[in-house]
């Protein structure tokens, strides 16, 4: 017979953690060598159109605060430049002066889990 894990809401949150690419690497292997299990999908941010990562941690609520803290140590803030662009008189756009932006070290949500389930 198969074997099936769940648990109820009171006891899981997920972290939803949005992660520069660069960043995303070490902050796996940290939650994966603690003994998280951690989902990596490869998204892309909708301001500056750049590859960047999301990472999924499902998480005891005891454990919050210590994926929380592993996320934090091996996510970095940095600073990027966005080039805005203006359409131009005959169609094509030209470009304007560069933007400077700082982003991360890491956007994170938590959000509360109804029903979790290992089949
Ligand atoms: P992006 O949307 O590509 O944004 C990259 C950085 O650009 C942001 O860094 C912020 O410094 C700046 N930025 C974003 N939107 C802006 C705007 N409307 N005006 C001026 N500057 C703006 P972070 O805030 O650290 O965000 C890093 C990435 O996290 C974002 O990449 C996005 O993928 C995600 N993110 C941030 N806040 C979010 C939210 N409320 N909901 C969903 N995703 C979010």
Redesign the pocket.
Known sequence: MAQTEASHSDQYQLILA?VQDEDAGPVIESLTGAGFRATRIN????????G?ATILVGVEKAQLHRALLIIRDNCETRT?Y?VPTAPGEVGEPYPLDP?Q?????A?IFVLDVERYERL
């Open positions: 949005i998204t892309v941010g909708g301001f500056l159109r750049k960047n990027e966005f933007i932006v700082q982003v991360g070290g956007t």
